[in-house]
């Protein structure tokens, strides 16, 4: 998974979320992340945003790694989240996934 949409990057190099994605409102946020609702600049998909902070993501990298590579195994299931696009910007690691409605799981068990 790469970054989609177009090419645009920071001066330093790197890609910032904005170049790909609008973002708009947090949605939740664990120890290690930040979940924000976005949409993509190019196709017009609203997205939920894991954003994990490099310096966290650094020393997670390897548990981070495997979440990614779990989901781009498991491709597409009804049941599970689709990953859509995996970004390294500037100042995080980003996960970009379909955007489930219908509110908490915890409060539905």
Do not use: W
Request: with cysteine.
């Amino acid at each position: 998974m790469g970054c989609g949409g177009s090419k645009a990057a920071a001066p330093d190099g790197a890609i910032k979320v904005e170049d790909f994605y609008n973002v708009k409102e947090q949605l939740g946020s664990g120890a290690f992340s930040v979940v924000k609702k976005a949409v993509d600049k190019k196709s017009g998909e609203t997205v939920a945003l894991k954003l994990i902070p490099n310096t966290i993501f650094n020393k997670n990298r390897e548990s981070t790694m495997r979440e990614v590579l779990i989901l781009q195994q498991v491709g597409v299931h009804e049941h599970i989240v689709k990953l859509i696009a995996v970004h390294q910007a500037t100042k995080h690691f980003v996960i970009a996934m379909e955007l489930l409605t219908g509110g908490e799981l915890f409060e539905r068990i």
